[in-house]
């Protein structure tokens, strides 16, 4: 045969699409064109093939080869594609008689040697792949793990070429690498360590219970990133759905194996504040990469000296924080990542930091402090719930030998407060209190007659917008879940109007 | 063996080879400033044969096939047309042949001939 076919697929976003890769060889000078917009690192296989080829002892054909990515109107990148070509060109030369069946997909890039490599995103490949009816799959042994968190697929897996030939010729299948126990890295976190701070534990609980955006504002060295770093802790751990989710876009941005496949604890991301817009919201040139607010999805991005940030890169988190989702666009195409995330951002209260209780030791001026925390933008702030102000545990609770709240303990409570707003939600399209529409909350779903006369008052006064309004509502809604009442009290809407305005005038 | 003498060699064998097929030779080693043919021929039913020739010892660094990339492609087509146009034979059918002769240690060889390539 001097036509041979495989099948494998090309990822955009998360998004999959099924790619024929047909390998013709035919008389004529040596050659060696491939079809079908090839980026740069997929450009450079015939190198990698050929070496990998020769060093296996593999024949490589001195004819002219003719690789055809198709649908070839679309920009193919990444060096997975190694090893469906390799396949290919050892059915075509005859090497490998019986050809690998329409419904099995091939992943791969190839060392010099013939060794096959980890490549990115095998998770949401194979979840793709799923849906054009495959039912088995090749991948490099490095990827065997994440491969078979796919339900439903046959995966061979492979530490080189010529074990791949021999599983075509002779049906060998290699021996499995031994998988790693999964570590699941933030165990050891857990909020029993946090001395004090009761107003910020009781920020972060309901945080939690509503999904309500946070932002800490405390001196340096009083234990904001400590809080931070401990929700992922109290929030319930992730479905199997969101788990998966949560796995493949880890997979495509190549950090999965620092998480662990399938790990049920919601991520926790915390991008430097010198972070570039791209990096927070996801972009690159050829494969778009999802970016920091995609790899919180489900879980926690934390932005520490929130106010250091280059204000464009705050301002972009406003559209997800919006949609739940980012929606990029490059030349090459566009693509859309799940980025439904909590929001913490942490504050000092001024440039040196030390302006807190009478301000003493503080030296800046009284400009600098009124100008730093404006420099979070109104319309980022406006989306924030909850503003807790952390400050230095003082000696009488350094010195107790009483500990605060475990993370198990206070995730009890989370979990079951938020059971109690999932009934109440039955049937709608939200399930958190976050995410209550505004209109609803003028209807259904009011706080107590004397708890609206206090916002409406409020409101009156021009102390409160119309987005405050709403927002205060919620927060009210998720203390009233945590306190077990069926409506949020009057001092619901207080504590609530506390927690967001920071103060009650 | 020098390369020179290697080359030449080669030329010889696939001289003979073209000539137990039924081709005239017409031309060997024709040089302009451009370049050089190696071989130019006449198959029996007219067609004329531009050949280059590539003749190896070893396959170290290769097929000798390997060695005619892009820009020699080019040249050979541009010299078969000019040694048409000098020999009043512009218009008439042609085509241009590779063969790769590899000789191994006990002097055989084995000449890789491939029609009508480029």
């Known amino acids: ?505 | 063996m020098k390369n020179q003498a290697l080359g030449s060699r080669g030329e010889d064998d696939v001289m003979k080879y073209l000539q137990q097929r039924g081709c005239t030779i017409l031309d060997r080693n024709w040089r302009i400033k451009e370049g050089e043919i190696d071989l130019v021929a006449q198959s029996p039913d007219g067609e004329i044969i531009f050949v280059e020739v590539k003749s190896r010892s070893s396959r170290k660094f290769g097929d000798p096939l390997e060695a005619v990339n892009a820009v020699k492609a080019q040249r050979l087509q541009r010299l078969a047309l000019a040694w048409l146009v000098t020999h009043s034979a512009f218009g008439r059918p042609f085509r241009i042949d590779c063969a790769g002769v590899l000789y191994s240690i006990d002097g055989r060889n084995e000449i890789d001939y491939r029609e009508g390539v480029l």
């Not at chain 1, 090839?38 to 593999?58: K, Q, T, V, Y």
């Not at chain 1, 204000?311 to 559209?319: E, I, K």
């Open chain 1, 1 to 505: 045969m001097t036509l041979a076919r495989v099948h494998t697929i090309a990822l955009v976003g998360l998004v999959g699409h099924l790619i024929e890769v047909e390998v013709d060889i035919s008389e004529g000078l040596p050659g060696y064109s491939l079809l079908g917009l090839p980026d740069a690192a997929l450009s450079e296989s015939r190198e990698r093939i050929r070496s990998a080829f020769l060093n296996s002892g593999l024949p490589w054909p001195n004819k002219k080869v003719t690789i055809s990515l198709s649908p070839a109107w679309l920009p193919k990148s990444g060096s997975h594609y190694d090893v469906p070509i390799a396949i290919g060109l050892l059915v075509a030369q005859g090497v490998i008689t019986n050809p690998p069946p329409e419904s099995q997909v091939i992943l791969g890039e190839l060392g010099l040697d013939g060794t096959l490599k980890f490549v990115r995103g095998v998770l949401p490949t194979l979840i793709a792949a799923l849906s054009f009816n495959a039912s088995s799959a090749i991948v490099p042994m490095a990827n065997l793990n994440e491969a078979k968190a796919v339900p439903g697929f046959e995966i061979v897996a492979f530490n080189n070429l010529l074990e791949v030939v021999d599983f075509f010729t002779r049906g060998q299948i290699p021996d499995e690498a031994a998988t790693e126990d999964q570590i699941e890295s933030r165990d050891y976190l857990d909020l029993i360590d946090v001395v004090g701070q009761l107003p910020a534990r009781k920020a972060l609980e309901i945080s939690a219970i509503g999904g309500h955006h946070l932002l800490l504002i405390g001196p340096p060295g009083t234990g904001k990133t400590m809080l931070a770093e401990r929700i992922p802790t109290i929030l319930p751990t992730l479905s199997a759905q969101e788990s998966l989710e949560v796995s493949a876009i880890h997979s495509v941005a190549g950090s999965l194996n620092q998480r662990g496949v399938l790990t049920r604890t919601p991520p926790f991301v915390a991008p430097h504040h010198t972070t570039t817009t791209t990096a927070m919201v996801g972009g690159g040139s050829h494969a778009v990469k999802p970016g920091a607010v995609s790899l919180a999805h489900a879980g926690v991005l934390f932005i520490d000296e929130a106010p250091e940030c280059a204000t464009g890169v705050l301002d972009s988190l406003r559209q997800p924080l919006e949609s739940g989702q980012v929606t990029i666009s490059r030349a090459v195409n566009t693509v859309t990542y799940p980025a439904n995330f909590l929001l913490v951002l942490a504050a000092n209260p001024c440039p040196c930091g030390r302006f807190n209780g009478r301000g003493r030791a503080c030296t800046c001026s009284s400009m600098q402090i009124r100008n730093y925390l404006k420099k979070l933008s109104g319309p980022l702030l406006d989306r924030i719930d909850i503003r807790a102000f952390v400050e230095a545990p003082t000696r009488v609770e350094m010195a107790s030998e009483l500990l605060g709240e475990s993370s198990a303990c206070v995730k009890e409570r989370v979990i079951a407060a938020r059971g109690v707003a999932a009934e109440r939600f039955k049937g709608e399209r939200w399930s958190i209190n976050s995410q209550i529409p505004s209109s609803e909350l003028r209807g259904r779903f009011k706080a107590a007659r004397d708890g609206m006369a206090l916002l409406h008052a409020e409101l009156d006064s021009e102390r409160l917008s119309a987005r405050g309004f709403h927002k205060v509502l919620r927060v009210a809604w998720s203390l009233a879940d945590r306190a077990g009442r069926t409506i949020p009290s009057r001092e619901d809407v207080e504590a609530a109007f506390i927690m967001r305005e920071g103060t009650f005038l």
